[in-house]
């Protein structure tokens, strides 16, 4: 019960809200609530304080946070590594949603077919990376950079290449345009290489089909990489193709823990996903 809510609680200050945290828990916003209420009443002290829609970590939570969440996560990892993968264990998945999008979706029916004992989230590449690194998901799918030292194997498959999408014919690069969210630490080098460029990012987004579909209505041109004009079925005259765009790649690659790859079923999954994804591009 204590590691519950120390779980909890770490998400939730990820999160922001009970409803966020019950979501990436799999729980009522009421089950976060209570086990929330458990942890402050087995450890004598005020957590959280709410703070109109959002709740607000106390002095006592944060401190709590910075004490234990490392251990915890190193702690939850090393439990997974013992776990016996058996044809009926359930493996998790953890995919950028562009990349279920774009190179995951056509493998997987048939694939889960042979393999039913299969699930598969969307997250953004930190969240990803943290959910491998805990033993949450067995195997990450991740678009753009990795955080530095995060102690996982990794396989990369290729650079993914940009294009610049616009309702109008552009005859030079455009000086703003519509990204994907500049804070995620997965997509940091395109701020530097947009200013390079002379760029303004216009809206950051959270979603790249979102910013591809602001482009075509008109808003404003976009960063939006191959996968999703592929997915959509961009047609060429709103793709466009600049010299910046060279140095605006962002790697593609799958993460797990090293020793998720001594379980068949798991490396199975990996080889397949590499492989697949080496004939789509």
Partial sequence: MLLEGIETLLVLAQEGTMSKAGSRLYLSQSAVSKRIAKLEQRIGKKLIEPDGRRIKLTADALQLIAAVEPGFKALKGQIFDQLDVDDRTVIHLACSETLVAGYLAPLMGEYIQQDPFLTISTHHTPI????????????????????????????????????????????????????????????????????????????????????????????????????????????????????????????????YRPNSFQSPRTRRLIETIADSVQLAI
Wanted: charged share 10%; aromatic share 6%; net charge negative.
């Fill in 128 to 255: 990803i990376v943290e959910r491998v690194q805990a033993g949450d998901a067995a195997v990450g799918f991740c678009a753009g950079h990795l955080p530095p030292q995060h102690g996982l194997a990794v396989t990369h498959l290729f650079d993914e290449p940009f294009s610049v999408v616009s309702h109008q014919i552009l005859t030079q690069p455009p000086s703003k345009l519509l990204v994907n969210d500049l804070k995620n630490p997965a997509n940091a080098n395109q701020a530097s290489s947009l200013q390079k460029a002379g760029i303004v990012p216009y809206m950051e987004m959270d979603s790249y089909t979102a910013a591809a579909q602001l482009a075509l209505s008109g808003v404003a041109a976009a960063l939006v990489p191959i996968s999703i004009v592929n997915t959509l079925n961009i047609a060429p005259h709103h793709c466009h193709h600049f010299p910046f765009l060279d140095q605006l790649t962002r790697p593609v690659q799958l993460c």
